[in-house]
């Protein structure tokens, strides 16, 4: 059997939240810039003696923010530590380990593609549970080991037994194209696990998932946190409908959301609630009695008693913002570079 794992990295909806709500108060930022002429008057009054240099003052709470940054994250997430204690590039690993205690998704498997691979930590547990093992294995033949395909835009430092692609499946929704490629490469019995983000297309999305696998599960791994609205479809069993044709997938997918079936292609998932209503089979998995994601834990103290941050397993190759990064550097050198030919490959 042949899983094909998909899994698209989004920016933390927590991020993206605190950026609104950055913008949207931009009065408070100017009355707290802007105090009272009363507190003005007692500040004056409590400074005594020489004030030391404006960029002695900066570079010391640079640095205080620097290192309590990398110690709290630490603490406020375990996975994100354990992560790069165990040398994961992400904490996402844990979410695929977590999703394989459950549903023995590794059991037989010889083929495996990883779309939208990078940073490469759903690749690198591909690796560790399938190549190597098999690799080590006195009675393993050339012939034998398993091949791991990882598809991505951005470039990934290498995995011992990964095939690297680079290469764009997102100029269509993700979801869609995912489910194009299980088609047309999944052997029968297959399984196919994709990240989801749960919302009011959901019931549709389990009953289009449910035409081609008999059993399909929306699963949240301990490692996920309990914010977040993501989840994971697991499916087994691919079994396509009887004469069914790669080119007729679009045209099957609308008619699972439209209530005759056949005329109305007008695709969408509110005749499913009701009398029509689909239960879908919610699953949480991991030890429960494990880590929670959500708690903050007390950090570990080496031997001379204090913690010691790691940095990241695996620093991103190119990221997007390298090239910000050099627009920044040279508008503060002052230099007048031509800003077009810097690439990331400089």
């Avoid at 052997?187 to 959901?202: L, Y």
């Amino acid at each position: 059997m042949s899983p094909i794992l998909a899994h698209h990295q989004r920016p933390n909806p927590t991020q993206h939240l605190l950026f609104l709500l950055a913008r949207s108060s931009s009065s408070s930022v100017a009355a707290i810039s802007n105090p009272p002429r009363t507190t003005r008057r007692r500040r004056r009054r409590r400074s005594r003696g020489p004030s030391p240099p404006p960029s002695v003052l900066r570079t010391g709470i640079r640095l205080v923010l620097v290192t309590m940054g990398k110690a709290s994250k630490d603490k406020r997430d375990i996975y994100y530590r354990k992560a790069k204690e165990e040398g994961w590039r992400a904490r996402s690993a844990f979410k695929l380990l977590q999703i394989d205690q459950e549903f023995n998704i590794f059991h037989g498997v010889k083929r495996v593609v990883d779309l939208c691979a990078a940073p490469g930590s759903w690749s690198q547990v591909l690796s560790r549970n399938l190549y190597v093992p098999a690799k080590q294995s006195p009675d393993c033949k050339e012939g034998d080991l398993p091949l791991i395909v990882a598809i991505d835009l951005q470039p990934m430092a290498p995995i011992e037994g990964v095939i690297q692609v680079q290469g764009d499946i997102t100029n269509a929704r993700t979801a869609e194209v995912a489910l194009t490629i299980v088609t047309h490469v999944l052997k029968v019995g297959g399984k196919f696990v994709a990240k989801i983000f749960r919302g009011k297309d959901t019931s549709l999305l389990y009953c289009q998932l449910k035409l081609f696998f008999s059993q399909v599960t929306f699963a949240k791994p301990k490692s996920s946190r309990n914010s977040s609205i993501e989840a994971f479809a697991v499916c087994e069993n691919y079994s396509p409908p009887e004469g069914f044709k790669e080119k007729d997938l679009y045209h099957l997918l609308e008619k699972v959301g439209t209530p005759s079936g056949a005329d109305d292609l007008d695709c969408r998932s509110g005749w499913l609630e009701g009398p029509n209503k689909v239960y879908i089979p919610f699953l949480a998995c991991g030890d429960l009695s494990g880590y929670d994601s959500d708690r903050s834990y007390p950090l570990p103290c080496t031997e001379g008693g204090s913690y010691q941050s790691l940095d990241p397993v695996q620093p991103p190759i190119a990221p997007p913002y390298k090239t910000a990064l050099e627009m920044k550097k040279v508008a503060s050198h002052g230099i007048g570079a031509d800003i077009s030919k810097l690439s990331l490959d400089s």
